[in-house]
Nanobody, 122 residues
Framework: QVQLVESGGGLVQVGGSLRLSCAAS???????MAWFRQAPGKEREFVAT????????KYGDSVKGRFTISRDDAKNTVYLEMNSMKEEDTAVYYC????????????????WGQGTQVTVSS
């Protein structure tokens, strides 16, 4: 059983940066970790995932080159560094944990955090 708590959300201007954190109650090294986001009226969207060792990461097309996912298993924490932010990045961001590497489907992930709001304004 893993419990996930996101933090670091807030209001940022277009072109700005923000770093999200996801603290896990369990031993995250056993899980593939991911970030998803959901904007009002839209489906939950894959953002990024990172494998057990941290040596492989995959990104959604809309964030590739701007966002970076990383993990620190000693701290049981996963991060999402967001740069060059756009208004369309506005959403609730969710942290997730699962067993299968490189997957983008919501249904693959077993554990979810409660989400943190990110708002990008011009």
């Amino acid at each position: 059983q893993v419990q996930l708590v996101e933090s670091g959300g807030g209001l940022v201007q277009v072109g700005g940066s923000l770093r999200l954190s996801c603290a896990a109650s369990g031993r995250t090294f056993a899980y593939v970790m991911a970030w998803f986001r959901q904007a009002p009226g839209k489906e939950r969207e894959f953002v990024a995932t990172i494998n057990w060792s941290g040596g492989y990461a995959k990104y959604g097309d809309s964030v590739k080159g701007r966002f970076t996912i990383s993990r620190d298993d000693a701290k049981n924490t996963v991060y999402l560094e967001m740069n060059s932010m756009k208004e369309e990045d506005t959403a609730v961001y969710y942290c997730a944990a699962g067993r299968d590497s490189g997957k983008v489907a919501v249904t693959v992930y077993d554990y979810w955090g409660q989400g943190t709001q990110v708002t990008v304004s011009s």
